[in-house]
């Protein structure tokens, strides 16, 4: 199972994301689920990069591990970019989930 922990400050603000596993919903190249995942969450931080000009902290592992943190330096309106990015993910991810929960799980 995919798991996704989207962590936020007190005022309800992404500051990271993580997920770690894979869905075993079909063989290796064929699992639409990890597939669909990866696009949305990879979409989402190379669109904060190439839109936003920001480099989040990024660390990617073995079982399909990736955690994101947004810096927390940003001038507001950056910030409110990237936050607008990354709630579009976590919509995607939500989409993904409400269709497929035996093989994905999001929690905030």
């Known amino acids: 199972m995919i798991k996704v922990t989207i962590k936020r400050d007190d005022h309800k ?3 990271s994301f993580t997920i770690t596993g894979h869905a075993n919903f079909a063989k290796k190249g064929a699992d639409i689920v990890c597939a669909g995942v990866s696009a949305v969450s990879f979409g989402a931080v190379n669109a ?9 902290d990024i ?10 943190s947004v810096p927390s330096n940003l001038d507001e309106s950056t910030h409110e970019k990237v936050q607008l990015l990354l709630e579009g993910m976590v919509v ?15 929690s905030k």
């Open 13 to 15: 603000l992404i500051q």
């Open 48 to 56: 904060v990069m190439s839109l936003c000009h920001v480099t989040p």
């Open 59 to 68: 660390e990617q592992g073995a079982d399909g591990f990736l955690k994101c």
């Open 92 to 106: 995607s991810l939500e989409t993904i989930e409400r269709d497929y929960g035996n093989y994905i799980t999001i």
